[in-house]
C-alpha cells in the first residue's frame, strides 16, 4: 500500500472525526458563541490529547527497545496499548489521535523504507489493517462502556432525586401525621379535663342539690296535713329523687370514674368490669398482673380505660355473650390490655367499609385513643366464634 493510500484512508478518518468526537467541537462552539468556557471540562479534554500525544510516544520508546527482537515484524505492537489507554481515559478524540499517531509512528520508524510513511509488502499491509480494525474495535468498545457509565450514572442520579423526593414527601407525611396526632392527644386531653369537671359537678353540686331536696322534702311531709293519698305521693317522689341520684351518680362515674385519679387503673378497671357485670347480667372476670401505677403514665391510665368502656359497651349491645375476660399486663416492652368475648362475633372486613363506618365510631375512638400516645390497636373476630381486642402500648413511647 503506497503512501497515497495511506493519506485517503487518514483522510476519511479525519472526516468521520468531526462527528464521532462531538463533546469537543461543542465545547469550542459554545466557547465562541459565550466566550465562557467550561474550565473543568476543557482541562480534561486537554489532558486526554496530550494523553495521545504522550502513549504514542511512550509506544514509540517501548517498540525501539523490541526492535532488536522484532525487527520489521509486529511494528503496531506497542501502539495499541496506547489506544487503549486514551480510549479508556479520553474517549473518542483522542483515541482516534493516538491511532493516526501510531499508525505514522510505526510506518515511519519501523517498516522498510524507514524514514517514510509507505507501507509495502503484504505483511506489513495486513498488519495495518489488522491494526486500523483493531484499533476502531478497541475505540467502539471504549466508547460503549464509557456510554453505558453515563447513562448508568445518569439512572442512578435520577434514582437519587426521586429518593430525595420519596424522602421529602415521607418526611412532610410523617411530619403531618405527628401534627394530627399532637392534636388529638391535646383533643382527648382536653376532653378528658372536661368530663373531670362536669363528673365533679354532677357529684357536688348536683349531689348536694339532690340531698336538699330530699330534706325538703322531709320537711315538707312533715308539716302538711296527712290525707289518705299523702303518702303515696311522697313515696313516689323520694323513689324519684332516689332514681335521680343513682343516675347522676352513675352519670359522674361513667364521665370520670374518682377511682382511676385516687386509686390506679387496675382498681378502676376491676371496679368497672364488677359493676359492669352487675348491670348486664354477663359473667365477666378480670386478671392483672406484672403491673405497678407507677409506671403508667396519666393519659395511658385514660386511654386503658375508655378502651375497656367501650369495648364492654359494644360486647353488651352486639355480642350476646355469655362471658367476658379482661386481662391487663405489663411487659418490659410496654402495657397490654385484652377484652375477650365469647360473642357471634362478625367479620373483621367491615372496619374498612365506608357502609358500616357508623356502626363502628366506638372501634375508631378506640383505636385513635390508643394510636394518639404511641400505640396500637388490634382487633380479631370471626362469625360464631367471637371477639377478642388488643390494645398495645409501648412504654417508650
Not at 251 to 271: T, V
Request: hydrophobic share 45%.
Amino acid at each position: 500500500m503506497t503512501f497515497r493510500a495511506c493519506r485517503v484512508l487518514l483522510t476519511r478518518f479525519e472526516v468521520v472525526m468531526p462527528y464521532v468526537d462531538a463533546d469537543i467541537g461543542s465545547v469550542f462552539a459554545v466557547s465562541s458563541m459565550s466566550h465562557r468556557v467550561d474550565r473543568p471540562r476543557y482541562r480534561r479534554q486537554a489532558l486526554s490529547y496530550g494523553l495521545a500525544i504522550v502513549s504514542t510516544v511512550a509506544a514509540i520508546l517501548a517498540r525501539k527497545a523490541f526492535d532488536p527482537i522484532f525487527g520489521e515484524h509486529y511494528p503496531f505492537i506497542t501502539f495499541m496499548f496506547a489506544i487503549i489507554l486514551t480510549a479508556w481515559y479520553g474517549g473518542v478524540g483522542p483515541a482516534m489521535v493516538a491511532l493516526v499517531l501510531g499508525f505514522m509512528s510505526a510506518a515511519y520508524f519501523f517498516l522498510n523504507p524507514r524514514g517514510s510513511v509507505e507501507v509495502y509488502g503484504v505483511e506489513p499491509q495486513v498488519g495495518m489493517v489488522l491494526y486500523v480494525a483493531v484499533g476502531i474495535s478497541s475505540i467502539v468498545f471504549s466508547e460503549s462502556m464509557h456510554a453505558a457509565n453515563r447513562l448508568a450514572r445518569q439512572s442512578a442520579a435520577a434514582l437519587l432525586n426521586k429518593q430525595t423526593e420519596l424522602e421529602y414527601e415521607i418526611d412532610e407525611r410523617r411530619q403531618a401525621q405527628a401534627a394530627h396526632v399532637d392534636l388529638l392527644r391535646r383533643l382527648v386531653r382536653v376532653q378528658e379535663e372536661e368530663r373531670r369537671r362536669i363528673s365533679r359537678e354532677l357529684h357536688d353540686q348536683c349531689g348536694q342539690d339532690v340531698t336538699a331536696m330530699r330534706l325538703c322534702l322531709k320537711s315538707l311531709e312533715e308539716s302538711v296535713v296527712v290525707r289518705a293519698d299523702s303518702d303515696q305521693h311522697f313515696n313516689n317522689l323520694r323513689k324519684l329523687l332516689d332514681q335521680l341520684a343513682r343516675e347522676m351518680h352513675h352519670i359522674a362515674i361513667e364521665l370520670r370514674p374518682p377511682a382511676l385519679d385516687d386509686l390506679g387503673l387496675q382498681i378502676a378497671m376491676e371496679s368497672y368490669v364488677t359493676a359492669w357485670s352487675a348491670r348486664t347480667g354477663i359473667a365477666a372476670g378480670f386478671a392483672c398482673q406484672g403491673l405497678s401505677r407507677k409506671q403508667i403514665p396519666e393519659e395511658f391510665e385514660t386511654a386503658l380505660y375508655r378502651v375497656l368502656q367501650e369495648a364492654l359497651t359494644n360486647v353488651a349491645r352486639h355480642a350476646e355473650a355469655k362471658r367476658v375476660s379482661v386481662i391487663l399486663e405489663g411487659t418490659e416492652q410496654g402495657i397490654v390490655e385484652i377484652i375477650e368475648d365469647e360473642g357471634r362475633g362478625f367479620d373483621i372486613g367491615t372496619l374498612s367499609s365506608a357502609a358500616d363506618l357508623k356502626q363502628h365510631l366506638g372501634v375508631l375512638g378506640m383505636r385513635e385513643r390508643i394510636e394518639a400516645i404511641g400505640g396500637h390497636l388490634e382487633i380479631e373476630s370471626m362469625i360464631g366464634t367471637g371477639t377478642t381486642v388488643f390494645a398495645r402500648i409501648p412504654l417508650s413511647s
